[in-house]
């Protein structure tokens, strides 16, 4: 049972490039989200999906875009990249947004923009 | 006040100690409570859920105090591999769980 499966582990993009973080999650969890996480920083959600086909903004969505066209993938695209993307992003998934059901992570992609 | 806030301490004991971590959140409505661990340059990793009536899980202890909007985790007898992050998670209205920043323990021999 993979889990939470994000790729690339490692990103160095030039300013102005564009890129896509894949992930891919193999339990069958229609609520997905991408995170990034800032040195000494919380979690900021990006954005999040509740299902195939439907997509949500989140705290921090400018300069991001997603889609969902299936239950298992969720990339996430970064246009015309800026220093300001520089962090790791966190995919993760999880069974219900209710009750006590915690997140799976993906192993994050850090991103280096110079 | 922020949503969810946290001590980014470090916490520095030494193995065998008992240490506990709270984490305040601002909206009386939010329903659920979740502690996770993450390692440095790793993934966070659910560690547990936060009931009302509180639990326990081996040598951790998670409470949950609604009239004073904080939840707790207690951790005894430390071990070294007890260092890490700790990060509290809380849900509201929109059930999407809001991140606190973590509290650093550094378990030392």
């Known amino acids: 049972n993979a889990g939470v499966t994000q790729t690339p582990k490692f990103r160095i993009l030039k300013i102005g490039q564009s890129m896509t973080l894949q992930c891919t999650q193999d339990m069958n969890h229609n609520y997905m989200y991408w995170y990034r996480q800032d040195p000494g920083m919380g979690l900021k959600l990006i954005y999040y999906?509740?299902?195939?086909?439907?997509?949500d903004k989140g705290e921090v969505p400018n300069g991001y875009n997603v889609s969902r066209s299936t239950t298992e993938d969720f990339p996430l695209r970064l246009e015309l990249a800026a220093p300001s993307q520089t962090s790791v992003y966190f995919c993760?998934?999880?069974?219900?947004?209710?009750?006590?059901?915690?997140?799976?992570f993906g192993s994050g992609t850090r991103l280096t923009v110079v | 006040r922020k949503e969810v806030e946290q001590d980014p301490g470090p916490f520095n004991v030494p193995e065998g100690a008992t240490v506990a971590f709270n984490c305040t959140y601002s909206?009386?409505?939010?329903?659920?409570f979740f502690w996770y661990r993450q390692d440095c340059r790793k993934e966070p990793k659910l560690l547990m859920s936060v009931y009302s009536s509180g639990n326990e899980d081996g040598r951790f202890t998670a409470q949950l105090n609604r009239a004073s909007q904080y939840i707790s985790l207690l951790i005894r007898d430390s071990k070294l591999s007890d260092s890490a992050t700790y990060l509290c998670a809380v849900s509201g209205g929109s059930y999407i769980p809001t991140f606190g920043r973590g509290t650093s323990l550094i378990v030392h021999p």
């Open positions: 993760a998934s999880s069974y219900s947004t209710q009750g006590n059901y915690g997140y799976t």
């Open positions: 909206n009386s409505a939010s329903q659920s």
């Open positions: 999906s509740v299902g195939a086909g439907i997509t």
